[in-house]
């Protein structure tokens, strides 16, 4: 992926493996590997999308984009069934499988339906989907889905044999807009009549997605509607999308979080996974501090925090670069010296985190003071404020180790 630079930040990495202690690395590695994984490994999501031809497949992946990527409307019938398209954004990518439903209308049925079928379970075995949406229009609710929800737990009674994993499975009720009343069209469709109508449309979803899949299964209500006109968005009528996301991100592996909270620019979702990324530097900061390991442990810690700022930063759709993050660690008024060379940025935190600048730092003020630099850098990145307010928020993470230090 081009927006990160993996090599320079494998690099970090292999400089904290190769620096730490045997007897602190076996302790170190979990909290190293779960780090890696979201940032290193940083891919795009699979998301498998199962629906009839119409439902609003395409839309949801517009919706998340908030740009036109997938073609709506116009796909014909004849869409190959089990293909994987690559959406870009301007945030970054999206991997989905566009399978076909059953029974849609226009179509023949039998063979051809069996081909489809064949098609989307030869799609899963190359490629494993982090997720599967199943994907019906809110009015739709009351047909007959029976065959549908069939294809859903194939699909996932495939992928789990053959990858020894089972995605989540989530259920998208789509085009809520024309939901009855329809002339309540516009978000946020708090009449009465439609809330009732949506959620009783939820709650039969639920309950037949629980009967054919065996399993309790989240629902999601949303409308997914924009309209562009000469490369101008005049109607919009998103809908729950951002819930719908939040959701997604949570079940997704490690390694496809950071993209998907990018490429959705969903901010509950980005502090979410920020969250995530910060209690694991902040544990294995701590780590690494409970051991000493003499003139090492600061450029170790350095390193991980420039690793986590660096995931923060790409989160928010900045580029992932170790500079980046020097340079932020810097404007925060931490002393990182010339060259931006690890040992220097190591050398200025070391004065700064510890008065007096000794190279041993406790545990607990390790962590603190990474917690301090995490939530300085969602303030800056995620919630676009400015650098003295995140220079506070690392100020009190500072406060707070220093009163741990107090006897
Ligand atoms: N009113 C409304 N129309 C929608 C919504 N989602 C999709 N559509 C329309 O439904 C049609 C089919 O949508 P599309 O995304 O192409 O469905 P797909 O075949 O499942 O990919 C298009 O004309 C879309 O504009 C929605 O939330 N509200
Ligand atoms: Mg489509």
């Known amino acids: 992926m081009k927006e990160i630079d993996r090599t320079r930040l494998k690099e970090v990495v292999q400089f904290i493996r190769s620096h730490v202690p045997q007897v602190v ?29 119409g439902s609003g497949k395409s839309s ?39 399978t076909r439903g059953l029974g849609e209308g226009g179509r023949p049925e039998g063979a051809e339906d069996e081909e489809a079928v064949a098609a989307n379970l030869k799609a899963v075995r190359d490629r494993c989907p982090d997720a599967i949406l199943f994907v019906i229009k809110a009015a739709d609710v009351d047909v007959w889905i029976h065959e549908d929800l069939a294809q859903v737990a194939a699909l996932r009674d495939a992928i789990a044999r053959r990858h020894r994993t089972r995605p989540p499975v989530i259920g998208v009720l789509t085009q809520v807009d024309l939901l009855s009343p329809a002339d309540v069209a516009t978000p946020p469709y708090d009449d009465p009549e439609k809330q009732a109508n949506i959620a009783l449309a939820k709650e039969k979803l639920a309950e037949r997605m629980a009967l054919s899949l065996e ?18 968005l005049v109607v919009d009528r998103r809908w729950n999308i951002d819930e719908l996301v939040a959701y997604l991100v949570e079940t997704l592996p490690n390694e496809a979080q950071l993209t998907m909270g990018r490429v959705a620019g969903v901010r509950s979702a980005q502090m979410k996974i920020a969250g995530a990324l910060i209690q694991s530097t902040a544990s294995a900061a701590a780590a690494v501090a409970a051991t000493p390991i003499p003139l090492a442990d600061m450029p170790i810690l350095t390193a991980m925090q420039v690793l986590m700022v660096t995931g923060i930063a790409y989160l928010a759709g900045r580029r992932l670069s170790r500079e ?26 070391s004065k700064w985190l510890v008065p007096g600048g000794g190279s041993l730092v406790s545990a607990g003020v390790a962590y603190w003071g990474t917690y301090g630099l995490g939530q300085a850098a969602v303030a800056y990145y995620i919630e676009n404020q400015p650098i003295a307010a995140a220079r506070k928020l690392l100020e009190q993470g500072r406060e707070k180790a220093n009163s741990l230090r107090k006897p």
Do not use: K
């Open 324 to 349: 980046g993050a020097m340079e932020f660690i810097g404007a925060l008024g931490v002393n990182v010296g010339a060259g931006f060379a690890l040992r220097e940025v190591a050398r200025g935190l």
């Open 215 to 232: 399993q309790p299964v989240r629902v999601f209500a949303t409308s997914a509607y924009m309209r562009y006109r000469d490369g101008e």
């Open 60 to 98: 949801l992946v517009n919706a998340i984009f908030g740009e036109p990527r997938a073609e709506t409307g116009a796909v014909l019938a004849t869409t190959p069934a089990g293909t994987w398209y690559q959406y870009e954004g301007s945030g970054g990518a999206l991997e989905v499988l566009d």
């Open 25 to 53: 690395l076996s302790r170190l590695e979990p909290e190293l590997a779960v780090i890696e994984s979201y940032i290193i490994n940083a891919r795009p999501a699979r998301i498998a999308l199962v629906g009839r031809r």
